[in-house]
């Protein structure tokens, strides 16, 4: 039984892989798949990646990109979610900011640096057509963080996936202003290159156990009552949010990287393009 580690956040994105380890599914193949949840996000998963402290990240693909061109040791084996990740834009729920206009030049609430609540900051900025050298971070490491961040005035806006932060916008405590998708599949699956050096074949049987898994997932019956009981979530949202998102059993293309690449870049989220082959792996 070959040993796994395995961080990705606490979202519904990952009950796939949540339900593959309870059903015994990776034990079958020989893997014990000992899953960490990381509310942090993003940023928190790349440092793991680099200190060894997890062998795979279920990642935001913008996230794992940057910190691969900046020197993280590991690659892209696989997409994850092809459909975008929807991030909402949110305020405190008693704040006088009404228009994603209002936010120009106002402190951004983010899990860390280099998380997905940063780059996206970025892509929001361009798309809107402000200075993004004007933007300003306040580092809340979590929801929580930011909750208290934006309702103390430390932080103007937070950005975070839609349907999580719902709950907080249904009960008073934000107001969402607008949303922004990503213009590339949301989730990826990395891992560290020393983990598909020795372990290729690990690696290959993990890939076809999550395949099958998220391939079936949305039949799973009654998957949308245990989804929102599991997420503290309205039944007819995560309908909607099961309607809109689609994992992938495909390989991240050269096409698509480049378009990341090409953007990160333009914001100046990093300073150099690297090759196809240095961020993705091909199993």
């Known amino acids: 039984m070959k040993t796994i580690k395995i961080a990705g956040v606490p979202e519904h994105f990952n009950l796939p892989w949540e339900l593959a380890i309870e059903n015994g599914d990776f034990k ?10 990381i509310p942090e996000g993003t940023g928190k998963m790349c440092q793991m990646l680099r200190d060894g402290e997890t062998d795979i990240a279920v990642i935001l693909t913008e996230g794992i990109v940057k910190d691969i061109v900046s020197g993280n040791p590991s690659k892209i084996v696989q997409i994850y979610v092809e459909s975008p990740l929807i ?28 998380s997905g609540s940063q780059l996206m900051a970025y892509v929001n900025a361009k798309n809107e057509g402000w200075n993004t050298e004007n933007l300003q971070f306040e580092v809340v490491n979590t929801i929580d963080g930011a909750v208290e961040a934006l309702t103390n005035g430390t932080a103007d806006y937070f950005m975070w996936e839609h349907f999580m932060t719902k709950p907080l916008v249904d ?49 799973i019956p009654d998957i949308d009552s245990t989804l929102a009981s599991k997420f503290n979530q309205k039944k007819e949202d995560i309908q909607e949010w ?37 961020i993705v792996k091909v199993l």
């Open 28 to 37: 079958d193949v020989g893997i014990d798949l000992q899953w960490t949840n």
């Open 87 to 114: 991030w909402g834009i949110h305020v405190a729920a008693a704040s006088n900011y009404n228009t994603l206009s209002d936010l120009e030049n106002k402190r951004v609430a983010i899990s860390r640096f280099g």
């Open 171 to 219: 009960n008073g405590i934000f107001r969402r202003v607008a949303d922004c998708p990503t213009p590339w599949p949301s989730f990826v699956i990395a891992v560290r290159e020393e983990i598909l050096t020795k372990h290729p074949n690990t690696i290959d049987k993990l890939l076809k156990v999550i395949n099958n898994t998220t391939k079936k997932f949305k039949d």
């Open 242 to 278: 099961l309607h809109l998102t689609e994992w992938s059993q495909k390989q991240l293309t050269e096409k698509v990287l480049n378009k990341i690449q090409n953007q990160l870049l333009d914001l100046k989220i990093v300073e150099k393009k690297v090759t196809f082959m240095e």
